[in-house]
């Protein structure tokens, strides 16, 4: 595939990697939010958060767990963001499965993840989970 992060991940396209397995690479982000942010990815091409096998969540998480440990120790946070965007709506620009590894800081002026989005539900709880349930019977 003509992927940018398959390219990344196999070592055809440079990056700052700063961690690596066999499944997983790690490289710092050309348009960061924040000092050491960081993407992680699986090697092998997964488009969204959706298509990565069950069997595959643990090695990418553990990654994850690992960068995290890695940037807590250079630079002194204790606060991350770690999240995924899934689908095009959000104007995603790479069609390759990564997560974002954000050192926080007390004075970065980001908002927590509840604060990416403000369209809280008009139903309540009880009807949310009632719809859940339905569809997914």
Not at 2 to 14: M, R
Not at 16 to 40: R, W
Not at 55 to 61: G, K, S, V
């Amino acid at each position: 595939m003509d992927w940018l992060f398959c390219k990344i991940a196999s070592g055809e396209v440079s990056a700052h990697i700063i961690y690596e397995d066999d499944k997983t690479s790690a490289f710092l982000d050309i348009e960061p939010s924040s000092l050491g942010h960081t993407m992680v990815v699986p090697k092998e091409h997964y488009q969204d958060f959706m298509d990565l096998p069950v069997d595959n969540m643990d090695n990418l998480f553990g990654s994850v767990q690992k960068v995290v440990d890695m940037l807590g120790k250079t630079f002194g946070a204790d606060h991350f963001t770690i999240g995924v965007n899934s689908g095009k709506i959000l104007g995603r620009h790479v069609d390759h499965l990564h997560v974002h590894v954000i050192p926080r800081f007390s004075d970065d002026g980001g908002v927590f993840l509840q604060g990416v989005v403000k369209s809280p539900p008009k139903e309540s709880l009880e009807e949310i989970k009632d719809k859940i349930l339905k569809a997914n019977g």
